[in-house]
């Protein structure tokens, strides 16, 4: 009976990564890119690039924004205050069905050049939770659910997990390495890793459990909102209205919290008489998102209403996202993240090859085509996404500002670099198959300096300069994390070409 169990958990474990690997390796590269998403925004936005302020600016300064959401009939206005990771304030607006952007520099109230990317915050972070396609969300949690599958399922067919754990044998044939690799970080990672997956799919309750609310709310789909966040709201008067002091807002805002400044301004129907101008919390200094919310009216300014914290089973969900999403200020931490999530990624990647290396011998005495089509499939999944990562910072730093081509703009450009490259590479991987790993491992290489390279001629903030500002870490970060993952590319390539140099195909017995 338990080899029977065993050997279903190792079908389980087999199928769900072969089959779903490469998707799970995509969002786990792009959740471990999204710890850093605004520091990767301002890599790509030099025009963001500024000096920290001390939270002193008047918030009057976002008044022409709103003045100018109120005229175009904007359904919602929202402007996000600076922080250590966001230098400028950001401005949001809802007109119709689509999202008007902006930015303000917090020192002077004026408005800064609209960026032309959609970098770490628009693209990375939201690819990471649901691809940019219509199913996504429900792409993503299907994955997830395999990934928790395949942590359970590692666990039972290990019987020796901690010892594989200590057992790591660099000397050995490729595949015995590539499977000492998979235990270690299988069991490095895996709290982590299971952690993470399932708050994943917590977050997105409302998604993936759409049932329930309907049965209980259907006659008023927004009262589950209000009750369960204890949202205040006043329904439209259809006339028009001032907009009271913003400054005298903030200022009550900042005493009902001992001196702590508001992380955003949100206000539904901007311009009319009886909206609602809501300030949240920052409250970087806890795990679970902020609940802290005061309400004003927004003709007169009189506090409305303060919600200090939702029900207590929001509030474990509330804890679970703040988790999962590290929005608190904890740099250590946001490194172990980091680094947590490229252990996924080589977990990942070393099921791949192991599944490879153990059945390449024996599909090639069968004449099976499944070695071929699946190590196609890895090498765009791990080596393909990287370099087209890579692909979408070098076209940011070489497209100049307004750049159009066929009726798109700058920031499409850049997401269709990104996909054709990625395309490309699993087309070179099907069609390359003796050299596909290789020669993308020297691509990526070259991308990753000439990415670095490219921001120092565009901009001038060179390794060195940034690295004297303090205002500029971001950017360094980017930069050595940059020519960091060339050094690992290169010594990957070099690696292999030797293996190959000596007669043993790479990543074979």
Wanted: hydrophobic share 50%; net charge positive.
């Amino acid at each position: 009976m338990e080899t029977g169990f065993r050997a279903s958990m190792n079908w389980l474990h087999t199928w769900a990564g072969i089959v779903l690997g490469g998707l799970l390796f995509a969002i786990f590269w792009m959740g471990t890119l999204s710890v850093f998403d605004r520091e990767i925004d301002q890599w790509m936005a030099p025009m963001i690039r500024l000096p920290l302020t001390d939270g002193s600016f008047p918030a009057e300064a976002l008044r022409p924004s709103y003045d100018a959401a109120a005229a175009a009939k904007a359904r919602s206005w929202l402007a996000i205050l600076p922080t250590d990771r966001e230098p400028v304030i950001q401005v949001i607006s809802r007109e119709g069905s689509r999202s008007v952007f902006g930015l303000i520099d917090p020192t002077t109230g004026a408005a800064l050049p609209e960026p032309g990317t959609w970098a770490g915050t628009r693209f990375l972070y939201p690819f990471h939770y649901m691809l940019h396609v219509d199913l996504g969300y429900w792409i993503v949690g299907l994955a997830a659910m395999a990934m928790m599958a395949i942590c359970v399922s590692g666990v039972v067919i290990h019987r020796k997990i901690f010892t594989d754990f200590f057992t790591f044998r660099a000397d050995r044939q490729p595949r015995r390495l590539v499977l000492d690799l998979h235990n270690v970080t299988g069991v490095l990672g895996l709290p982590f890793h299971f952690v993470i997956t399932l708050s994943g799919v917590i977050i997105f309750y409302t998604v993936y459990f759409p049932g329930t609310i309907k049965f209980a709310y259907d006659d008023e789909p927004r009262a589950f909102t209000r009750e369960a966040y204890g949202i205040y709201d006043k329904p439209k008067a259809g006339r028009p209205g001032e907009l009271a002091s913003l400054d005298a807002m903030t200022a009550e805002a900042r005493r009902l919290w001992d001196g702590e400044t508001p992380r955003y301004l949100f206000v539904r129907n901007p311009g009319d008489a009886a909206a609602v101008v809501q300030f949240a919390r920052h409250g970087v200094d806890r795990v679970s998102f902020s609940d802290d919310i005061v309400y004003f009216d927004s003709s007169t300014g009189a506090l409305l209403h303060r919600r200090i914290a939702p029900k207590p089973i929001l509030s474990a969900q509330r804890f679970i996202s703040g988790l999962h999403m590290i929005q608190f200020s904890h740099w250590t931490l946001r490194w172990i993240y980091f680094v947590l999530g490229l252990v996924g990624c080589v977990l990942i990647a070393t099921g791949y090859l192991f599944w490879l290396e153990s059945r390449r011998k024996r599909h090639e005495q069968l004449g099976l085509h499944g070695v071929p089509v699946v190590e196609g499939l890895t090498v765009g999944s791990v080596t393909g996404i990287i370099a087209a990562t890579l692909a979408f910072f070098v076209v940011n730093r070489i497209l100049p500002l307004g750049a159009t081509f066929a009726g798109y703009d700058r920031a499409a450009l850049e997401i269709w670099i990104f996909y054709l490259a990625w395309l490309a590479t699993f087309a070179h991987a099907w069609l390359r198959p003796g050299g596909a790993w290789i020669e993308q491992c020297w691509t990526i290489a070259a991308l990753a300096v000439a990415a670095v390279l490219l921001n120092w001629i565009t901009t001038g903030d060179h390794l060195a300069c940034s690295l004297a500002l303090r205002h500029l870490w971001p950017v360094a970060g980017m930069d050595v994390l940059l020519l960091l993952t060339g050094a690992v590319a290169a010594l990957a390539a070099r690696r292999l070409s030797r293996s190959r140099t000596l007669g043993q195909p790479p990543l074979r017995r």
